[in-house]
């Protein structure tokens, strides 16, 4: 950690509220912190077990403090940390059975299979897991509820079903996918399979879907809007910005971009 990351040390969340940050965003790893004030959970862990310990402190939190470690799917960005995290720490795994049986994890001290559409509840923060189109065994993404608040994290979206948009118009905050922009993407390095799977139906969301989205969920609640899991070849955070910025009528304080390297710092939901 360098001197300025280290006296830039956020505290951890107490008192009763939800709160919500992300330790790095992006293609080369995802980690999102959820808290009620009480309960501190881990959505996905894509950073090794040194590099996660070392993120969560700058966010005041040591990781036997976490109730459990939520994964999405079996994407290495997403999954790389979780195994060694949940063995150093004893920490239980909630994961659909489909990612359970990709067998990524190795061996962890607990695991709890999810199924999508069934609400759950980890102490007071009650969660609600979502099927999404993309590429793995059987992705899920997490809608939270605490404190009469609800989150929405939703990444890793090959496109916005029926379902995915009546699942999340309720939040007060979205953490929302922005991974690449279509130009950028096309003209990029990346082999023509790999250009056709990210821009697929089971790959990724571009800017302009996610526009789109946004405004199928309507943004009257929305607090906080996070643009996260930018492609750093393929996509520009002025590019998500710009996408997504013009539907908050000049209320830009809602919009924040999630870094790769440092995620964003906490935010709550009032
Ligand atoms: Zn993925
Ligand atoms: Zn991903």
């Not at 607990?110 to 559409?117: E, K, S, V």
């Not at 995915?164 to 279509?182: R, T």
């Not at 879907?209 to 070849?233: M, Y």
Request: hydrophobic share 40%; with cysteine; net charge neutral.
């Amino acid at each position: 950690m360098t001197e300025s990351a280290a006296s830039s040390v956020s505290p951890a969340p107490s008192g009763a509220g939800l709160r919500f940050a992300s330790l790095g965003s992006g293609s080369k790893g995802n980690a999102t912190l959820v808290s009620d004030g009480e309960t501190h959970v881990l959505v996905d862990c894509g950073f090794g077990l040194r590099e996660t310990e070392k993120r969560l402190a700058r966010f005041g939190l040591h990781a036997r403090q976490l109730s459990g470690v939520l994964v999405t799917h079996e994407h290495g960005d997403h999954i790389a940390g979780v195994g060694a995290l949940a063995r150093r720490h004893g920490l239980p795994v909630y994961l659909s059975a489909g990612t359970w049986l990709s067998k990524r994890l190795g061996k962890v001290p607990r695991h709890h299979l999810l199924t999508p559409h069934a609400r759950f509840a980890i102490a007071g923060l009650e969660i609600d897991p979502i099927t999404v189109p993309h590429d793995a065994r059987e992705p899920i993404q997490f809608r939270f509820r605490a404190h009469g608040r609800q989150l929405g994290v939703l990444t890793d979206l090959g496109h916005p079903t029926e379902h995915v948009a009546e699942a999340f118009k309720s939040c007060d905050a979205l953490i929302l996918e922005c991974n690449h922009d279509p130009r950028m993407l096309a003209e990029g390095p990346y082999p023509p399979s790999l250009k056709r799977r990210v821009g697929g139906n089971w790959g990724h969301l571009a800017n302009a879907q996610a526009q789109v989205l946004l405004q199928r969920l309507g943004l009257d609640r929305l607090q906080r809007i996070v643009c996260s899991h930018l492609s750093e070849q393929n996509n520009r955070p002025e590019l998500a910005w710009e996408a997504l910025a013009p539907l908050l009528d000049g209320d830009e304080s809602r919009l924040l971009i999630a870094a790769q390297d440092h995620g964003f710092d906490w935010q709550e939901v009032a």
